[in-house]
């Protein structure tokens, strides 16, 4: 089945997708102008058909306390009103604390420069969430 993981920001949109081996790889890291979500979600849905993908896995930017906030609510719109807009798709929502943490200290141990990890960190973060849903998934098989 193919994946794709996102990290929506405020004006970029990392994307990651699984191989056929279930790797989870950086797909790219798209840039839009602020509150350009139109963009965004056109862009996304271009990705879904060329890829041919079969769910999305979001990061949802959950409180520190687990309760949703701004950030959350605008995840949801983002997700309810690319589905309006293009057909639904199945989409799960990941807790995405500390993902850009994970993100920057992987892409620091792989020797990148702040610049390049500045350009890619919403991607990797797109990585970890979608390797973290796999990771849950295997544990409730058990």
Sequence with gaps: ??????DLGTTTLGIA????LGIVHIY????FEPGNFKKARTHL???????????????LPLQLDGAEGKRAAS??????????EFGSIEVIY????????????????????QAKIDQMI??????IILEDYFRKEKNNER
Excluded: W
């Excluded at 995840?75 to 589905?83: A, H, L, Q, S, V």
């Excluded at 919403?122 to 990585?127: H, K, L, N, Q, T």
């Design 45 to 59: 849905n271009e990705v879904i058909k060329k890829e041919k993908i079969e769910k999305i896995v979001i990061g």
């Design 75 to 84: 995840t949801r719109r983002f997700i309810n009103d690319f589905i309006e």
């Design 94 to 113: 990941q807790d995405e604390r500390y993902t850009t943490i994970e993100a920057k200290e992987r892409l620091m141990a792989y020797g990148y420069k």
């Design 17 to 20: 997708k699984n191989d056929e």
């Design 28 to 31: 790219e890291n798209f840039s």
């Design 1 to 6: 089945m193919k994946y794709l993981g996102l």
């Design 122 to 127: 919403d991607a990797m973060s797109a990585v």
